[in-house]
């Protein structure tokens, strides 16, 4: 299989199902930045000295984002899956939302109490958690704007579990940053107003 097909030349890509559409499409821009934040995550794993644990916990999330991406590049109306007024993407459920909790929790506990806000920034390593937390929140806002369209037209809208799963992973890697700048005795810079 060749990587490229020269079907997107002229700018339109196909979704799952078959339809066409512009590659400025909203539906792209969200599962776009899904693929990016992917790929900062990516990057964060890759990094030396990263424990085992944080490793395989991104790992996970990274393939349940290749699920997620999959599931917003489905055009439900020109599938003959079976899909609700809400459809759930394969593979995530509460309980992986939970998970993400489990971790937070996890680093909190090594953390120290947080008095003030604080800069991004420390080690090398922990800016790139801030980036990837930034992201984070950058593809739940293009999620969001996908699922507003969506409403606004009558189709069915994204699952909410999709919502509090990229909520809940941006407060992870806002206590990954934390807890890696302590792993690496780098000091935090308070917010001075």
Sequence with gaps: MKIYTRTGDAGTTSLVGGKRVSKADE???????????????????????????????????QNKLFNIGAYLATDAASTSDDFSDTPTPKGLSEADVEAIEHEIDRLEEQLPPLTSFILPGGCRPACHANIARTVCRRTERRIIALDNTLRQHANPQISPIVLAYFNRLSDYLFNLARYINLQKAAPELPWRP
């Design 27 to 61: 539906r792209l821009e969200a599962y776009g930045t899904v693929d990016e934040f992917n790929s900062h995550l990516g990057l964060l794993a890759a990094i030396p000295d990263m424990d085992a644990a944080t490793v395989n916990f991104i790992h996970n999330v």
